[in-house]
T-cell receptor
């Protein structure tokens, strides 16, 4: 059974950089790794997507090692509004059909 | 851009009653479609996914079923709800090969 694991929770302070890891040992060869942010009672919101090496956009960076068995979401200079649950999403069925969310990481940002 | 309409937004059902949640997709053809469930305080569990009309893959044994009668319509059903079926249900779609999901607004189900 495909399993995608993340730390349950992380604490941080405003202005710090936060790195959240995701372990996905059985990821399919051609599938992407995507990260989402979720607030209570809302659907997940897209943050960033990558396939290998490093990807950066205006809100985050994504680091993926060569073996692709893990990935790390990096949030620079977090603020209170970044308090949310963060999920990685990984494909296990080939051709990106079966998409499994990680276990989720609750990030709590304090002033 | 792709849009998913999902309904109903909220429902309260007694144990043993049937269930039907529906979503429709706009803005793309031949999407992969997914049903996820999120129990209170828990993560997003994949229930079913579909790569085409009439094609359903089930991830978790349970008393739920899914159907895709049209390309852009996905339905989640149950004949008899259990207390454990309570949760937040999300319909999602993806353009095949992109690995990026777009979501409906969700349906909150409470089984009493």
């Amino acid at each position: 059974l495909a399993k995608t694991t993340q730390p349950i929770s992380m604490d941080s302070y405003e202005g710090q950089e936060v790195n959240i890891t995701c372990s996905h040992n059985n990821i399919a060869t051609n599938d992407y790794i995507t990260w989402y942010q979720q607030f209570p009672s809302q659907g997940p919101r897209f943050i960033i997507q990558g396939y290998k090496t490093k990807v950066t956009n205006e809100v985050a960076s994504l680091f993926i090692p060569a073996d692709r068995k893990s990935s790390t979401l990096s949030l620079p200079r977090v603020s209170l509004s970044d308090t949310a649950v963060y999920y990685c999403l990984v494909g296990y069925g080939g051709a990106t059909n079966k998409l499994i969310f990680g276990t989720g990481t609750l990030l709590a940002v304090q002033p | 851009s792709q849009t998913i309409h999902q309904w109903p937004a909220t429902l309260v059902q007694p144990v043993g009653s049937p269930l039907s949640l529906e979503c429709t997709v706009e803005g793309t053809s031949n999407p992969n479609l997914y049903w996820y469930r999120q129990a209170a305080g828990r993560g997003l569990q994949l229930l079913f996914y579909s790569v085409g009309i009439g094609q359903i893959s089930s991830e978790v044994p349970q008393n739920l079923s899914a159907s895709r009668p049209q390309d852009r319509q996905f339905i989640l059903s149950s004949k008899k709800l259990l207390l454990s079926d309570s949760g937040f249900y999300l319909c999602a779609g993806a353009i095949a090969g992109t690995g990026e999901l777009f979501f409906g607004e969700g349906s909150r189900l409470t089984v009493l």
